[in-house]
């Protein structure tokens, strides 16, 4: 069985920063692209950041230049760096992962979220 842990959100002052982390263990046989998502209340799901295995990266305009995706393939786990952060960065954070297990071969998966508030 796959699955994705996160940690590292909490509260934080605007300006502030926080590191997100999110780890897959399990059947795994090959991660292919990782990524993070958030959702603020009220609001739909949205993409964050992304980075391939090769380590090309895609961001929100609304994070780019504050925040930074990298992964570590050896580790199975991808992280977000949050610089400068706004109080409109508030929201659950969820990572998703592009997973080949060892029984149930290519799917998607997410991890259970991570509260990022920033608010003085």
């Known amino acids: 069985q796959v699955q994705l842990v996160e940690s590292g959100g909490g509260l934080v002052q605007p300006g502030g920063s926080l590191r997100l982390s999110c780890a897959a263990s399990?059947?795994?046989?090959?991660?292919?692209?990782m990524g993070w998502y958030r959702q603020a209340p009220g609001k739909q799901r949205e993409l964050v950041a992304t980075i391939t295995t090769g380590g090309s990266t895609n961001y929100a305009d609304s994070v780019k230049g504050r925040f930074t995706i990298s992964r570590d393939n050896a580790k199975n786990t991808v992280y977000l760096q949050m610089n400068s952060l706004k109080p409109e960065d508030t929201a659950v954070y969820y990572c998703?992962?592009?997973?080949?297990?060892?029984?149930?071969?290519?799917?998607?998966?997410w991890g259970q979220g991570t509260q990022v508030t920033v608010s003085s």
């Open positions: 998703h992962a592009d997973i080949s297990s060892m029984t149930t071969g290519w799917r998607a998966y």
């Open positions: 399990g059947s795994i046989f090959r991660i292919n692209a």
